[in-house]
């Protein structure tokens, strides 16, 4: 199981396969005191280390902390990646991060400052608590840029007020105009709010690549042609934002839209979400997500959910990669 805590915010695990490793990269018992920093792992013969360091520690600078041009502590994140993809072993990622730990020598503020900057770039503003709701979906485009390329096919099964939207047409618009985004919702309203967002953010021919439909997300495949490689499928499950907060995505719909979402999701390709709990039924519609999830071969997919520990009503963040 791979383990991942900020400030004891943050769980990550996958979904459907056992234990492999365990890692703790940064602990941090406060801002103002002192910061312990530890690893520890199941997987190799490296024993537990830790080193604890005062120092001052900001979290509005945090918020904007830039990567380390000049490092020590170079392929961390790059291991993680490939972890969570399928394309490292844990042992290989166990190794490198006692290597770092070895080549770091005590200098823990600058291994801190470096993990918070660079092994936390994609879901870092996820663990500041500011606006969980905008920096969860902030996370997932990051995400995206890792599977996403020019010229794909796309989906956006619940398109809200259209900031997945948009944020998919910046990564698969390019020239050739071969990319498209296809956006779906039940609500008219998400639809005109997406549209209106579209006519203020891009041109026209990038307009043109979106196709949006007024539909349940359960019926992807009644608006994606038959035999279409979409790579990514991402769905926000709740209501819509600023909305009647009693229309919401129900777990026998999202179930059936993520069996049609597994069906047209080619090699290498990604479905993403983001869970709101806070709601009625929306504990329940995480645990259809998980149980779905937990289906999956192995030998197939890679499923990871990312959840804050001690905020039950924080979204969550799911992501099933198809190998």
């Not at 823990?108 to 500041?128: G, H, M, P, Q, W």
């Not at 998919?168 to 985004?181: I, N, P, Q, R, Y």
Request: net charge neutral.
């Amino acid at each position: 199981m791979l383990t991942l805590k900020f400030c004891s915010r943050l769980h990550s695990l996958p979904i459907n396969r056992k234990p492999l490793f365990a890692f703790t990269d940064t602990t941090l018992k406060s801002f103002s005191n002192a910061n312990v920093l530890r690893l520890s792992s199941s997987a190799s013969s490296c024993s537990a280390m830790s080193f604890q360091q005062t120092h001052n520690f900001s979290a509005s600078t945090n918020a904007s902390l830039s990567i380390f041009e000049d490092s020590p502590l170079p392929g961390l994140e790059s291991d993680l990646v490939g972890y969570v993809f399928g394309k490292k072993k844990a042992t290989e990622v166990a190794h490198l991060a006692c290597l770092i730990l070895e080549t770091v020598n005590g200098n823990v503020k600058k291994f801190i400052d470096y993990a918070v900057a660079t092994c936390k770039e994609d879901i870092y503003s996820f663990l500041v608590p500011r606006s969980y709701i905008a920096e969860a979906v902030y996370c997932t485009h990051r995400v995206w840029k890792h599977v996403v390329r020019k010229g794909d096919i796309v989906v956006d099964a619940t398109c809200g007020n259209g900031y997945d939207t948009l944020a998919m047409l910046k990564l698969v618009a390019d020239e050739s105009g071969t990319g498209c985004v296809y956006g779906l919702d039940v609500q008219g309203e998400a639809l005109d709010n997406t549209s209106s967002l579209l006519d203020e953010t891009v041109n026209r021919a990038e307009k043109q690549l979106v196709k949006l439909f007024n539909i349940c997300h359960s019926k992807i495949e009644e608006v994606v042609p038959k035999d279409t490689s979409v790579r990514l499928v991402a769905f926000n499950l709740g209501y819509l934002p600023g909305g009647d907060k009693t229309v919401i995505t129900k777990s026998e719909t999202t179930l059936m839209a993520l069996e049609a979402a597994e069906r047209i999701l080619i090699q290498g390709g990604l479905i993403s979400m983001v869970v709101y709990v806070g709601h009625p039924g929306g504990r329940e519609e995480l645990e259809t997500v998980e149980a779905f999830a937990s289906r999956l071969s192995v030998d197939n997919w890679i499923c990871c959910k990312f959840q804050m520990l001690n905020r039950p009503l924080a979204p969550v963040l799911v992501f099933l990669f198809k190998r």
